[in-house]
């Protein structure tokens, strides 16, 4: 309806013009719609079209538009796009010429196309891409593409929008051509480090109805800048770590981040400590940041350490954080003992408790692995002492003896109580210094020795031994005969013993018939201050020899008188004539006697009872047997060798006194032969006595003048003074002679007799200063009172 009416209106705007008609119609009309009714607008009847072979000329041939003949109509042939058509003009119409022949006649028509919103407007690419550097500030203009709509007019594009419009607005700029070109301003910072990537749509509308618009993306990427130092996790940071950790071992790892990209994000770390020695201690991968040792830490060395880190990113920027390291103590330090004070030596009768050494521990570690505990071996009579922590003081703990152990080795053992615990030893060896605290002791409690009578005088009898327990000087015993006297006589006279060795010796001849058995006391006495001692009882026996003949006691003997005994001669068999009796002083077989008839004037006439000494007739007397008969008698005794003693023994046959008598005369011979023999012996006796008092006189005046000229050097009334070499010495005063120069002084003079003479002892190392020698003759008188017999008339030596 809209079109007519325009064409009306057109139709009355031009009728009056002659073969010219217009039309307007839109564009885009389907085809076979009506543009007008041409034959009606020229005043052609229909039969002048068909007749007159109506058709449409154009110059350019386009056969939009065609003549429907019949109706005498126009008629839409093509779609018609003005915008193809006339592309921009505003103004489009199509030019054609309606021909006509018989007559040949034409008429112009036009036909105006108008427009019709049919283009949105549209960009060329669908996105634009942008790069834009974080850092760009504000104002700054990025040119956009323009957006076209083919359409004119009011259809044609007449704004832009932007969406979302946060960072950019847009600006429109008037060109010279009439088009207008479009940016977009940075009107608020991009910041990469929240959005990297911006979209933007970028809308193009243009006025028809309905409106149209066209759209493009804006794609912004942006880029970063170094506009973020790095930041680490922690400020500080915290680990531990153990002593002696291998190297290498990675204690901790920090982490900074940077919210930069590329190489803005670019880590490095470092340690930044200058003054103590962390540097060398620890090492930081500057890429990873992991803290590793580059050499062991010893916890007694430090116990923490402050590493000081620092991340750098390339551009420069940094940041810094403390790692704290706190070394963890592990048990590596053995404890040490140290002597503080020691004593290497300790006498024997120190007290309970006296300190021998002090001791001082010492452990480097801490804690548990730093806590020192000693101890010492054990089965030792000491004890370890804690007076205060660390130190120890090793005391007695029992009484000491050093003949029990003269030397300790006390092993002080110190261990901590770390796991595993460690433990160092010192080894302290103690001598026991001795103290005379042990008396010598005899190997018996008593000692027995025999020696057979007749020996000779320094002979050894036999040694006593004493042992001393203690050392040294302590235990160097000496021997020492202790004073008594046997029978009055000082025991010194019989035995002296050795001071160094302890042999006994006899000092004189012993004689089983004076003395059977003595004892005395030895003392063995130590080198001690205080010297101690003890003794031991010595009994020594004295073994009998067959030294004595047997003794006759009947019948006597004597010198001149004559003793018979009186046989009748009624006299039986087996009369006991008489009876010989003899003792021996020896003893047990020494002393068992035994009888023989060795000669007998009528040996068939008496036997001699072998045991008993009975003289028995054997056979009857007869008158023929002589009045005088004499009968020699042996009496043996059973020693080896044996000893004997014979004894005559005169028997008279005769039954009265005075035929005895007659018998016996021709012994007045030999009463005569004993009466010169006495005068004789008093002769001997006169002429002996002379020369001894001559002799006297003659000694006594040769030492009176001696003795003169000798008491300028003596005074003393001594009798003797030993004069002894040089290497001898009395060292424990004590009197005894050691064994080489005691027993020279002792002299016999006859092995029968008893004999210990205290004479002169013709040694050359003794001098003899006293001529009279008066106390020395004196006891060898007394000596002689005891110990000799009377000599015996019967005595006949074998
Ligand atoms: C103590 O030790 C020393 C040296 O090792 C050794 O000669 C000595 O016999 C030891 N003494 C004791 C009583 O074990
Ligand atoms: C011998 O020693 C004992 C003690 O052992 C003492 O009683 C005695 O008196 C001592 N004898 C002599 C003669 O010293």
Redesign the pocket.
Known sequence: MNRQVLLYIWLFSVGSVFGQVSYSIPEEMSRGSLVGNIAHDLGLEIKRLISGKAKIYTRNGDQYIELNRERGVLLVKERIDREALCTETALCALHIQIILENPMEFYTVTVQITDINDNAPTFEKSEMKFKISESASTGAKFDLERAVDLDVGINDLQKYELRPSDNFVLKLHSNTNGRKSVEMVLQKPLDREKQEQVSLILTAVDGGEPQMSGTMQILITVLDANDNAPVFTQQTYKATVTENSPKGTVIATVTASDADQGSNNKITYSITNTLDNVRKLFHINEEKGEVSLTESIDFEMSRNFQINLRATDDGGLTDSCKLIVDVLDVNDNKPEINIMSKSTVISEDAKVSTVVTMINTEDLDSGDNGNVKCFISENVPFILKSSTSNFYSLVTDSDLDRERASEYNITVTCSDEGVPSLSSSVILTLQISDVNDNAPVFERTSYEAYIVENNTPGLSIFTVKATDTDWNQNARVSYIL?DSSINGVPVSSYVSVSADSGIISAMCTFDYEQIKDFQF?V?AQDGGSPPLS??VTVKIMILDQNDNPPQVLYPVQTGGSLVAEMVPRSADVGYLVTKVVAVDVDSGQNAWLSYKLQKATNRAMFEVGLQNGEIRTIRQVTDKDAVKQRLTVIVEDNGQPSRSATVIVNVAVADSFPEVLTEFTDYTHDKEYNDNLTFYLVLALAVVSFLFITCLVVIISVKIYRWRQSRILYHSNLPVIPYYPPRYSDTLGTGTLPHVYNYEVCRTTDSRKSDCKFGRAFSPNVLIMDPSSTGTMQRIQSEKSILDEPDSPLEVRS
């Open positions: 202790e006391h003392k003890s003794n």
